[in-house]
């Protein structure tokens, strides 16, 4: 082991999971709506999820008995507000008890107020896009602030510039337009996210909350063809403008699996052989390259890998891809960047979205019927890495 095998002291070692993927039974928020509607896009609907709301301990038992360090989890916005203004005390507590847990465990709770879900009251006001989203949000962040006193880091949101691109990526498929990437965000949609995040921030800052931030699709960014106007458009869509709000915060989340490749066309679509379960190009070293430009962007920003993982059905290939990002990102740090720890996507193979439970991105496999959990062997490679805080 060398010197440059090793992470920084105190560097968090973790998985991720957000709520409405793994726990189950969210009636209340759109996503569940929007999987029941007729010509859903969804493969299948969420349902029971991987019942992690009734097996937490348990996940988090075998996360801890691993070695890792640290948990990222999201609450779901429509069980703690059901309706406008009607606060879910009960709600309230099941998250504080997962945040004790996690201590209870040696694990730093890092929690995300919104992982994409909204109640659907919420939604059916003009979800981000209505006059008192801002508002709305800052008054969840408050009957949030019992939980998140407890956390490590609190994300305010996950992925708003994924979240900008959706109403895009639907039109889309509307059209029946080829999707080769993430198209440039709706900038309404932009604009929203962002001013609520800031009213959000401003909450968190001002009750002595744990450090803050967004966390943010990041990507390799790779121009093809000489598309060099259209590579700097495009990022600055994607990514610069968020990155510019983002420096407010007291950190950055960074969640990346792949590059984006640009062309004089837009986006580029990788070779169908590179092609991942989660439709995106296998690239591990995007994780360097994503973390060296955002440290150079925002120098003074301390980050968190809030995201990182490879959906496969073979956990080599999953070992294989880790080890790799993690050497890019060892180099990263070596180099100069500020990164405060490591958030492997996921914990459990769960509910991927439009996909349903194809994608397995999990350290821990989850039998669908009985939801037994069987942990893979890159947990516990993972494990001992984090035991070491350094690469074999």
Not at 9 to 17: D, K, R
Not at 159 to 186: K, S, T
């Amino acid at each position: 082991m060398t010197e440059r095998d090793s992470f920084p002291g105190g560097f968090l070692w973790g998985a991720a999971t957000a709520a409405h993927q793994v726990e189950g039974g969210n009636v209340n928020n759109h996503y569940w709506e929007w999987e029941h509607a007729p010509g859903s896009p969804f493969a299948e609907p969420s349902g029971d999820a991987v019942d992690h709301y009734h097996r937490w301990r348990e996940d988090l038992d075998l996360l801890a008995g691993a070695g890792l360090t640290a948990y990222r989890f999201s609450l779901e916005w429509s069980r703690i507000e059901p309706e406008e203004g009607e606060l879910s005390r009960a709600a309230l507590d099941h998250y504080r008890r997962v945040a004790d847990g996690c201590r209870e465990r040696g694990l730093a709770p890092v929690i995300t107020l919104n992982h994409f879900s909204t109640p659907r009251w919420f939604h059916r006001d003009g979800s981000w896009l209505g006059p008192k989203a801002g508002d709305r949000f800052a008054r969840y962040t408050e009957l949030a602030l019992p939980v998140v006193r407890e956390a490590e880091y609190v994300v305010t949101l996950n992925e708003p510039n994924l979240a900008a691109c959706l109403p895009v990526l639907a039109a889309m498929a509307a059209r029946g337009e080829p999707v080769n990437g993430l198209p440039r965000p709706d900038q309404r949609i932009t604009d929203a996210l962002l001013a609520a995040h800031q009213r959000s921030l401003a909450v968190l800052h001002g009750a002595g909350a744990p450090p803050a931030g967004l966390a943010l699709v990041g990507q390799e960014w790779i121009t093809e063809d000489g598309a060099d106007e259209q590579m700097a458009a495009h990022r600055a869509a994607m990514e610069d403008q968020f990155l510019a709000v983002a420096k407010d915060g007291d950190f950055v989340g960074m969640q990346v699996y792949s590059c984006a490749r640009i062309g004089p066309g837009g986006p580029v679509a990788p070779a169908p052989g590179l092609m991942t379960l989660a439709h995106v190009e296998y690239r591990p070293q995007a994780l360097s390259a994503s973390i060296r430009r955002v440290s150079s962007v925002l120098p003074d920003t301390p980050i968190v890998v809030t995201e990182n993982g490879i959906a496969t059905t073979d956990d080599r290939q999953r070992i294989q891809f880790t080890e790799d990002a993690l050497r890019g990102l060892q180099a990263a740090i070596s180099d100069g960047a500020d990164v405060r720890g490591y958030m492997h996507w996921s914990l459990l193979d769960n509910f991927e979205w439009f996909s349903g439970y194809r994608p397995t991105f999990g350290l821990i496999a989850v039998d669908r019927i009985t939801f037994a959990r069987t942990p893979k062997p890159s947990l516990s490679w993972l494990g001992a890495i984090a035991r070491r805080n350094a690469l074999a």
